[in-house]
């Protein structure tokens, strides 16, 4: 039969306990041997008794002593028989002398006397005994208890050597069988590591039913215990450790449990811990490459920028001029790439936290054509009447403006304006910038799609869209009938009084 086959969940385990180790009739099985020992040790004294002429006041205490003996070393029921021996002798001493007979009153309290001490010594003897083993044992778990806590703390285990610590736990403290049983993604029940007898099919039932509870489970039996301790990781039952049939402690096998899930804890800030330092480890190597980004590529253009300025007074003819304006117009755009790269960065590095404030369409767009000074076509606004303000970081709303403009303006023929329009109203506004350029090859008149589904996508488009992202907007692009783009960002509005 497999352990815990008889047990069944019992709501008060110490009552069950108690009544397991009753002392008293739980002394030694008493043999022929002893028997026959404490009856020869009752004629001994009696013939000492006979020999030195002892009164009976002397020889009830040489038969007391016997009968002390005999029930300390033999058992109750040895100390019964000696008792009753000795009573049956003790009369030779009382009057009429040398007459076996249990007839008067000293007698009988000679008989109760020794039956009395032999009970008595029977059952401090058998509860001193029970105290020793207690003791005994709750040494062992202590023993097995700190194994398990220094095993732990000092070094580092996996999770099947940290099931398999456990387990060698609660065998050392007295269990026939232990293990950790862990929950599936799929909600079955896998054996992580099993030490000691088969685990019963009824174990791994109860093991399942707790999955949704984190209440230990107590089986009480004849003399044993089966506990089921839930294994909890941030207030998931994640597993159950088992104990079964053990003469343990309640309390002894929670603290292998609490050890146990101690364990996984530290494992799992370790691992938290391994992912933050990573993380911190790249955002400074982020940093540091920004940094070297914007000193190494920052002072070129700068030197670039003086030089086109001293061409542009050098060079004689129309054409000469207008490839030293280009040039001049590519040196502003990889500036503003730059720029906008080095702000990306510093926003996801955490070195810039986007601080959002009311900012008017009319100014972003004012702001947008300013930025772009060399921009050599025309622009035409238009902002809705009822268009609330936008709320969002003014640097980086117009960064993304910025971006989209200079995209329009790269796919746009020559002399053809860009819109600029600014609608919406409620908790959103849509800022758009629509051209008549090249248009998207794979999207037809009046598709959208997702600035972030755009495949290739430059990286002005790349920019804006993760500005737009942090700003808690988004970009969209739309192919327009009779060719081009219109590229929108929408972003929170600044919500007036009758909206909230």
Known sequence: MHVGSRK????????????????????????????????????????????????PTITGFFFLIVVLFAATFGGLAVGICASVAAAVCYSLFLPPVGSVQITNRADWVAFSAFLTASVVASRLVTLAREQARRARDRAREVEAMNALAVDVLVGEHDLASLGRLASDALIATGSRAAGVLLYGEDGDVRFLCWCGEPCPSDVVERALRMQRSVAMVEMAGDDDFDFLVPLVEQDLSI????????????????????????????????????????????????????????????????????????????????????????LEREAARLRRRIDG????????????????????????????????SLLARPLSVRIDPDCPEVWADPSLALEIIVNLLENADRASPNGVPIELVASGGGSSVRLWVLDRGRGIGSLRAGQAIDAGDVLPRGLGLEISRRLAEASGGVVTLEAREGGGVAAWVELPAVLVAGDA
Do not use: C
């Open 8 to 55: 069944e969940p019992v709501k008060d385990a110490t009552e069950k306990r108690a009544t397991t180790y009753t002392p008293g009739m739980q002394g030694r099985t008493p043999t022929w041997l002893s028997v026959v020992g404490a009856l020869l040790a009752v004629l001994g004294a009696t013939g000492i008794g006979m020999v030195t002429g002892a009164n």
């Open 239 to 326: 597993g159950v450790l088992a104990s079964l049939g053990t003469s343990a402690t309640r309390s002894a096998v929670e603290s292998v449990a609490k050890i146990l899930n101690l364990a996984l804890q530290r494992d799992q800030l370790l691992r938290e811990r391994v992912h933050v330092e990573a993380l911190r480890e790249s955002e400074e190597l982020k940093t540091a490459l920004l940094r070297a980004v914007s000193h190494d590529l920052s002072t070129p253009l700068t030197a670039i920028g003086f030089h086109v300025d001293a061409l542009k007074r050098k060079v004689v003819g129309q054409d000469a001029l207008g490839n030293v304006v280009e």
């Open 341 to 372: 790269l080095l702000s990306l960065g510093r926003l996801e590095a955490g070195i810039v936290v986007p601080r959002p404030e009311p900012v008017p369409p009319a100014d972003l767009f004012r702001s947008a054509r300013e930025s772009l």
